[in-house]
């Protein structure tokens, strides 16, 4: 089994800044995909970026595109999201999850394993 934790979720401004991580443990291969996903209450969960395990492909959604990065360091089996010019329409739950392929990697029902969430808010 692997596990997903994340944190680094809060309250912020707009314009604010927060850093997500998201560790992992237990059976996770070397070759797992990480992704972050994100879901407003009342709405769907939505792609916000991905990332492969090397670190060289990195994958955004329109809307966070230019504000947000992804990273990992596979020594610590953490990755991570910056979150930059911080948008109210950017509330949410923010989750991780890991797949073994960046095939789909936008559709939440291609991931083997989730991370319980951490909440994001935006304050206008």
């Known amino acids: 089994q692997v596990q997903l934790v994340e944190s680094g979720g809060g309250l912020v401004q707009a314009g604010g800044s927060l850093r997500l991580s998201c560790a992992a443990s237990?059976?996770?291969?070397?070759?797992?995909?990480m992704g972050w996903f994100r879901q407003a209450p009342g709405k769907e969960r939505a792609f916000v970026a991905a990332?492969?395990?090397?670190?060289?492909?990195?994958l955004y959604a329109d809307s966070v595109k230019g504000r947000f990065t992804v990273s990992r360091d596979n020594a610590k089996n953490t990755v991570y999201l910056q979150m930059n010019s911080l948008k109210p329409e950017d509330t949410a739950v923010y989750y991780c999850?890991?797949?073994?392929?960046?095939?789909?990697?936008?559709?939440?029902?291609?991931?083997?394993?989730w991370g319980q969430g951490t909440q994001v808010t935006v304050s206008s």
């Open positions: 237990g059976r996770i291969s070397r070759n797992y995909v």
């Open positions: 999850a890991a797949d073994r392929s960046l095939i789909n990697y936008n559709k939440p029902g291609e991931y083997d394993y």
């Open positions: 990332i492969s395990y090397s670190g060289l492909t990195t």
